[in-house]
Every structure is written in structure tokens, then in C-alpha cells.
């Protein structure tokens, strides 16, 4: 392996990670709170890891996240695996395109297709203006976790 990529540093650098997940999660008076870095995500060509993957990755399912998914019709590599991801969310927006295992440029000229993705991302901007969260040049700055002081 090259250089930073040991097993022990692979290995570290995966307890990091995991370690950062765990502290998205707080606890505050009895009640959980959730910080998220995103308020929502759009997933072309997303694809399940399988459960054992993905429940380390986010032990949480149901995702209760707005999502959208970009699947192509024709992916015979990964679109079983584009509809399980899209399951693991409570409400996910799904939209099928004639392509394959790709997000090619002729997907632009689908009116359907821009049509759901401005829906979806109208949506989102409503709920985060409706929820007093601010954005800073069109990024959803973080909630911030309540101070233990109080």
C-alpha cells in the first residue's frame, strides 16, 4: 500500500468516521436531537450497500431525509440496487430516465425530468424557509447543538 494507507491508518481513519456519526446524534434534556449536515440529497445512480455496509455507514433506517433519485431505466449494473437505497428513505422522490448507468447530457432536454428535480428542489427551499433555517449563498448552514451550560 502507498503511503497513509496502512491498515492501521485505514483502520483509524474508519474508527473517525464512525466516531463523527455517532456524534451527529445528541441527547439534550431526554429528547434527541438530530444535526445534520444536509437538508436534503439528490442521488444519481445511487446505489444500496448491502445491509452490513450500510448500517455502519448510517445505523438509522429509516433515512428521514428529503431524497431524490435519479435511476436509469436501462442501468443493468446497479439500478436493483438504486431502488433498495431509495427504500431506506421515508418519502423518497424517484424519477426513472431511458438511460442507462449514467446521468448523460441528453438527460438536460427530459422536460420531465427537470420538471421533478425543480419540484423537488422548490420544495426543499420552501420547507428550510418555513423552518427559520438560513441559508448562506444557497448552503443550508447546520443546525447547531444546544449548549449543556443552560
Not at 43 to 58: K, M, N, Q, R, W
Not at 115 to 120: L, M, P
Amino acid at each position: 500500500m502507498g503511503e497513509g494507507n496502512s491498515e492501521d491508518e485505514l483502520e483509524a481513519r474508519g474508527a473517525r468516521s464512525r466516531a463523527a456519526r455517532r456524534d451527529l446524534a445528541a441527547s439534550h434534556d431526554g429528547y434527541s436531537v438530530q444535526v445534520r449536515p444536509w437538508s436534503f440529497v439528490i442521488l444519481g445512480c445511487g446505489v444500496h450497500l448491502g445491509d452490513e455496509a450500510a448500517t455502519s455507514l448510517c445505523p438509522i433506517a429509516p433515512i428521514a431525509l428529503p431524497s431524490l433519485h435519479l435511476i436509469g431505466r436501462w442501468d443493468l449494473l446497479c439500478r436493483t440496487g438504486s431502488e433498495r437505497l431509495a427504500e431506506q428513505y421515508t418519502a423518497p422522490t424517484v424519477y426513472t430516465h431511458d438511460w442507462g448507468h449514467s446521468l448523460p447530457a441528453g438527460l438536460m432536454e427530459d422536460a420531465e425530468c427537470a420538471a421533478t428535480v425543480r419540484t423537488f428542489i422548490m420544495a426543499q427551499q420552501q420547507a428550510l424557509a418555513a423552518s427559520g433555517n438560513t441559508a448562506h449563498d444557497g448552503v443550508s448552514a447546520p443546525r447547531q447543538r444546544p449548549s449543556s451550560d443552560n
